[in-house]
């Protein structure tokens, strides 16, 4: 069974950095999409960025572009989120999912698509 687990998660002001990650278990992960959603009270979750494991290949939504970096290490089995220039209405929680079988096309932003899902860790951005 897959497992996720997030972590570094907090609380920091407006204009600063966060790091996430997300440790995967259970399988092996090279056909794998691994990505990032957030939810903020009240608020649908919505996606953040994806990463293809077996190529790296990157997927970002509109409002983080070049402001956050999502990236992997193959040998621990981790997922990355670097998050800079974090604004108050970045405040949510950030969940790690995987999807199996992902070969490319345009719908890396589906939740549905995910089939595994970690706790979530919270990040407050305070102004």
């Known amino acids: 069974q897959v497992q996720l687990v997030e972590s570094g998660g907090g609380l920091v002001q407006a204009g600063g950095s966060l790091r996430l990650s997300c440790v995967a278990s259970g399988r092996t992960f090279s056909n794998y999409l691994m990505g990032w959603f957030r939810q903020a009270p009240g608020k649908e979750r919505e996606f953040v960025a994806a990463?293809?494991?077996?190529?790296?290949?990157?997927y970002y939504a509109d409002s983080v572009k070049g402001r956050f970096t999502i990236s992997r290490d193959n040998a621990k089995n981790t997922v990355y989120l670097q998050m800079n220039s974090l604004q108050p209405e970045d405040t949510a929680i950030y969940y790690c999912a995987a999807r199996v079988g992902y070969y490319g096309g345009s719908n890396y932003f589906l939740k549905n698509e995910y089939a595994y899902w970690g706790q979530g860790t919270q990040v407050t951005v305070s102004s």
């Open positions: 990463i293809r494991w077996s190529t790296g290949s990157t």
